[in-house]
């Protein structure tokens, strides 16, 4: 009862036909580009992309650029999560601060975080600072409001039970409230990660000398289409690790909760 | 049980109210902080002022040729991806064969910023309409499809089973049965596929487009023509308002039996 029927074969099975359409991909994707087919203007074969790859690697041009997103990544989500899930569990909590930020945060939360990029600018100067602010806006956001459906969704009897065996002001809060919470704050800081990335990347491209989204600018405007499909993979390894990667934390530090689908 | 509409009516129109009053306080306070110099009125120009030039843009017509620009990319791009998004994650969530195949891109594409396939776009279609359409229907796209895919997975197998003890077989227990139960899921998938395509058409208009309400804020920006800058912002922030809470609500209320935990 409850386990998943299991499938036949198992794991190897199961693993067979993603990594044979895979193969096909690039075998027709290769093949078509040797005989003509698909213009490798557009479309370079994977094994001249296996080499420029291999190339930029080499050079540290892929190190430098994946660095620096990376690190505006990081500081845009500690700015995010951080008092994010402050503001979220206080806003879960307290019914006044809920019902005054509540309104002002839906007005703003909608609009699309690239235009805060001038606005950042006005306050920090053209920088790494706006660039970093602007990408921790619409993350921030989804933090809080994820945050405080948390706390919200919490069953008033498994409070009330806490109360009643004790728990109180931090310990209330510690023992009863966060860890009830806890899956859906995991919730919010993913889809602030990944949403950091958008804006990181948006900003990089918009005005940014390093970055990898600064490099993707720049092979397009040098019609590097090699360098673009690389640093395009670049970008898509960042887009797994910060989507897989806190799942995977999450997974761990809750081991009690059914381990949940990464996308929504 | 009969309280609880009236009830969540009320709330409703207090939490309109309080919407409303936020704009109000927020507006006043913008107005005298720049008027009294507190905030520099080169950058953070009174609220009247704004209010004047988005006013004076939309009845003039200056701005609405740009709101329009910014529509017609989004319902296209929204349009070009719903229909192959729909079919590709209901052929997905029902046959194991085709999510096995399917599933590595799709795994390694969803997290991708869709703004940086931009470049790709730029290249495969030159600087135009076309780049920019295709860009944004790539991020309703996978949204879409993974959205659809897990909502017909999560369909209740008991539910399924009923249906086929009631005589309902293949097209007939996917109308009647399959579908219905997945509802909410698809429609989460199209409304959060409509949302960040807005957040990818903006920033395409802010990258490279000469038109739209993120070229606005762009071209504002680098003038310094602040209150068109600020006008602009209102707009989107008004669209993607409406993208957000509206839908939720029309959600809401076409789904009456389900209940949504209330995240904007």
Redesign the interface.
Known sequence: MGSPTPRAGGVGQ?AV???L??IL?LAGWEASAHAGWIREA?FPRPSSLLGQFQLLLRDGTLGEHMAATMGRLFWAFVLAAVPGVAVGLAMGVWRAAR?TL??????????????F??LA???LGRGEPARVLTSAVTSF?LVV??TM?GV??LDRGILEAGIHYGATGHKLFFKVLLPGALPWIFTGLRLGL?FA???V??VE??GAERG??AL??L??QT?K?RD??V??LG??FL??L???GLEHVRNWLLPWQPKG?V?? | MTGTAAQMGSRGLR?DV??A???VV?GTGWELLSRKGVL?PA??PPASQVAAVLAEGLSAGELLPHVGATLQRLVVAFLLAALPGLVLGVCMGLWG?VR??????V??????????????M???FGVGERAFVVTGAFTAFFQVV??TM?GIRQVDPTLVEVGRNYGARGVGLFWKVVLPAALPGILTGLR?GL?LT??TV??VE??VAKSGL?HV??SA?QTLATPR?YAA?VV??A???F???GLRRLQDRLLAWQTS????
Not at chain 1, 102 to 115: G, H, M, N, Q, T
Not at chain 2, 100 to 105: E, G, T
């Open positions: 199961s036909l993603p990594v359409s895979v991909l557009f019902e509540d309104p002002l945060f839906a007005l703003v939360y909608p609009i699309p975080s690239v235009l990029l001038p600018a006005f306050v956001f409001a994820n459906a919200r969704q990944g990335l958008i804006v990347v948006a491209m918009v990898l989204g993707l600018w092979s397009w019609l289409v673009m499909y640093t395009l970008i898509g887009g797994l910060a989507t897989y689908g996308r929504r | 939490a309080r919407a009053l936020a704009v927020l520099n950058y953070f064969t096995r195949v399917a599933d590595p891109y795994a390694l594409l969803y997290p991708i910023p869709k703004v940086a396939l931009l470049p790709l730029l290249i495969l993974v959205n897990d959060l949302g807005l957040v903006v920033a802010f990258a993120g804020v762009w920006w800058m912002f989107v922030g669209l993607g308002l993208l957000t809470r935990v209330d995240v904007w």
